[in-house]
């Protein structure tokens, strides 16, 4: 049986990446935890608050991928615009939640500060809800697009309330071997097993270590035992060019 | 006089960074130090070791922004595709450059290693070359497009190569200022003060420590007096709201 490809696509919104001020991390964790539940991110980009950009973006990705997931810009200030993308982006009308509006009045305030703590239950009308352990205000979803927070561990927490809910395709699994020898020593045989091998991926990523040259190869793909062949070879290329395969990781 | 924008987008190559495998850091350092030549960062993208998809990217990417920047692919394995797809990009013939390859053969080498060490020769054959203070091969550019190492600490090297070489706009300038309130006691003044001062761009960005929210205030925009009166007005909005302004900087 063929395996299924499930994809995602990541949307990150918010001035503060293209500026610099802010490290991204959201990128990072989305990729690890989706590949775990099957599901492969295919491509991620970075947008200002520009709400043009954003409903574009927004409508090429659900047209490309089975997931988008956006981080950013579903806070209470100006330049949280998020919500109303998406309701633009897919010709919906922008409403107030229920069950969003209901937590936050939960906690008192004054009228002003109620008033707009309750920007954060707008939500396009079909959405539905994405819990927040932390919490704090929900995320939602309308039709294949998971709308969460920007702020790293509301994100998290956000993205685990999905777990089992989405459906994944065929895990991708690792294996990963580093070695004492630089990319051009290992490339030429490397390159021939990579086209022995066309559905698996290997990466190869030099870094210096001790003042020497060294190289961690990464295999990824979705057959564990092509993955194993394929680490098995690169372990014979790696002894053959003299050196000793180090750090062995399965994934 | 207006104020000149001068824009880039970046293009962040490599399966590794869509797998969770490794952290970018080099859209941070990048959007940074771009923004200090007055070159601002409007948009970037992260894609795979896909021919078609490095292409198409590079196309669209050149058209849009002033400037493009790569990072990655540029190393001597199977993986690294970039230097062939910004030549079929441009519809350029792929060539090895003689100062590049002088550069490699200065170092000896296996026949076999140098011929693979050479493939980090290859550019398309208009290219002009990006220094690499690291002593390493060199990087390269094209008509808008400055194609780099995904090494952090290579790229660096090489970006500070390009400086005073690039032409600049108006430089962004930004304030900012720190206090204890949540977004949503500020969020409906601060959004007046937008639209009072539209060409500045303001962001909020909450976060919480020992046990209190508080929010971080970005002023950004090319003049100064302007940022200044912007400050001016939200320290006056965090003191009404029974507040100190903290950590005001100035960048």
């Not at 610099?20 to 970075?46: C, F, P, Y």
Request: proline content about 5%; glycine content about 8%.
């Amino acid at each position: 049986m063929a395996a299924v490809e499930v994809t995602a696509g990541i949307i990150i919104i918010g001035n503060e990446i293209l500026s610099g001020r802010t490290q991204d991390s959201n990128l990072k964790h989305l990729a690890i935890e989706l590949n775990e539940w099957g599901i492969r991110v295919k491509q991620a980009i970075v947008i200002p608050d520009i709400e043009a950009t954003v409903i574009s973006t927004l409508q090429a990705y659900s047209n490309a991928y089975d997931y988008v997931f956006t981080t950013g810009g579903i806070g209470p200030t100006h330049d949280d615009i998020t919500a109303e993308c998406v309701a633009k982006a897919f010709d919906e009308e922008l409403i107030q939640h229920p069950e969003i509006a209901s937590l936050i009045r939960s906690r008192p305030a004054e009228p002003e500060v109620m008033e707009s703590r309750l920007l954060m239950a707008r939500v396009p009308q079909s959405a539905g809800l994405i819990d927040n352990p932390t919490g704090g205000p929900q995320g939602f979803y309308i039709r294949n697009v998971y709308v969460m927070a920007g702020i790293p561990f509301v994100m998290q927490a956000m993205l685990s309330s999905l777990k089992d809910k989405l459906r994944g395709g065929a895990r991708i699994h690792s294996r990963s071997v580093t070695a004492f020898l630089g990319e051009s020593q290992i490339s030429r045989t490397l390159g021939a097993i990579q086209s022995r091998f066309p559905s698996v991926d290997i990466g190869s990523y030099p870094f210096s270590k001790d003042g020497r040259y060294a190289t961690n190869l990464v295999i990824r793909g979705t057959d564990e035992s092509l993955l194993d062949q394929t680490l098995t070879e690169i372990c014979q290329l790696i002894e053959a060019a003299g050196e000793t395969p180090l750090d062995i990781e399965v994934g």
